[in-house]
């Protein structure tokens, strides 16, 4: 078995975790960028390292076999976490008396993954040189990749297999399944009026938008995995005036991107008839991410990973989850991708952070177990 260094990786976590690098914190996520290729420079490889942006975020690609035209195995990271500058000072890292537990901000999600990349890609690197390595970095994930979506997608294209080191779950289960997400804002047009004095006249766009609401929440099916959320609702001027102007922003989950089609050709149907008359209704899409979805190679991973979690006497479950990552990503270009990959970790972005330092080794060995199986 593979010697694994816990007392480096513990350092090395300490000293990122120490670092404040929220998304908008540049200074910062050069900082740890910094330390990121220094560890790799440190093993002989050279990382390629770009800005990105107008505010030029570090981004991160690091290739065992720089040449080659594909890639066997991509990790995928981010360096960026969810906290303002300062937090380190208020609470930085710590451990359990025990040290079982490892607290601060960023130390499951995902500091901690990140680490695991290196550890994982070093002796990788060593006992399987042919299997060809891509690391992958980049800094605005918390805040929907708009400026490492392109870069990412162009490893992903040429990668057969994809593992986001985002946090393990507790239990040490595996998500190999996401939903994609959509932001839907409608808005619907009326017509102003004074409510005392000429209520007739007016046509309600907030009372169009009540309807629409309903109707909206209605297409929710949970045994198919679609959910609908009317979280911003903004709209009129005062109460003694009939409201011109409604608007409102939909979250959208949903598991393909045939659900996401059957999907808009109802909410087509429900922006063409507003329940309020002289009430015009239209919408548009103000983001998305696409859904993770399983391929022909993911039932692969899965059996590896559960061969090798069998050798250790550990029993993960594969998840299917509502949230998104970078993951959706790199399986939008046929990448099949396994995420969650990183130690167990749970209260990520908030106070309450922390990761079970007891499975960061046991993590290793699981990963590295099924990864030499692909080799």
């Known amino acids: 078995m593979a010697i694994f260094n816990k007392e480096e990786y513990m350092r090395d976590l300490e000293a990122l975790v120490n670092i ?21 420079e440190s093993i ?4 390629v390292r770009t800005q990105q942006g107008e505010s030029g975020r570090p981004y991160v690609e690091v290739f065992t076999h720089p040449e080659a035209e594909e890639v066997d195995v991509l990790f995928l990271g981010h360096l960026d976490t969810v906290f303002d500058k300062g937090t380190v000072a208020e609470r930085p890292f710590t451990l359990s008396e025990d040290g079982k537990v490892a607290y601060g901000p960023g130390v499951g999600d995902m500091k901690a993954g990140d680490l695991m990349a290196f550890h994982l890609t070093r002796v990788l690197r060593e006992e399987c040189p042919d299997l060809k390595i891509c690391v992958c970095h980049n800094s605005d994930e918390e805040i929907g990749s708009e400026d490492s ?7 992903a294209a040429k990668s057969r297999y994809g593992f986001v080191l985002e946090p393990g779950r507790v239990g040490g289960h595996f998500v190999y399944q996401r939903k994609g997400v959509a932001d839907i804002v409608i808005s619907c047009k009326g017509i102003a009026s004074h409510a005392g004095n000429a209520p007739k006249d007016g046509a ?15 297409l929710t099916d949970f045994e198919t995995g679609l959910t609908v959320n009317a979280g911003v609702v903004k709209g009129g001027s005062a109460s003694n005036v009939v409201a011109a102007e409604c608007e409102a922003v939909f979250d959208v989950r949903y598991t393909s991107f045939a659900q996401l089609a059957e999907f808009e050709a109802k909410l087509d149907a429900i922006c063409a008839a507003p329940a309020v008359d002289r009430v015009s209704v239209s919408w ?3 983001g998305q991410m696409p859904p993770m979805e399983p391929n022909e190679n993911t039932e692969t991973l899965m059996n590896l990973l559960r061969a090798e979690a069998e050798k250790l006497d550990i029993h993960p479950d594969f998840l299917s989850v509502g949230g ?8 939008a270009m046929g990448c099949a991708v396994m995420d ?7 209260k990520y972005h908030s106070v309450d952070e922390f990761l079970l330092t007891d499975s960061i ?7 590295l177990g099924a990864i030499k199986g692909l080799a």
């Open 20 to 40: 404040d690098s929220g998304s908008h914190d540049i200074d910062g996520l050069n900082k740890v960028a910094d330390f990121i290729c220094a560890k790799y």
């Open 44 to 47: 002989g490889l050279t990382p």
């Open 149 to 155: 979506e392109h870069a990412m997608q162009a490893v």
């Open 204 to 218: 309600s766009a907030i009372l169009a938008m009540a309807d629409i609401i309903q109707k909206m929440h209605a």
């Open 284 to 286: 548009k899409k103000a």
């Open 324 to 331: 998104a990552s970078d993951g959706s990503l790199l399986s």
């Open 340 to 346: 969650g990959c990183g130690p167990e970790s749970d």
């Open 361 to 367: 080794e046991q993590r290793f060995h699981l990963l």
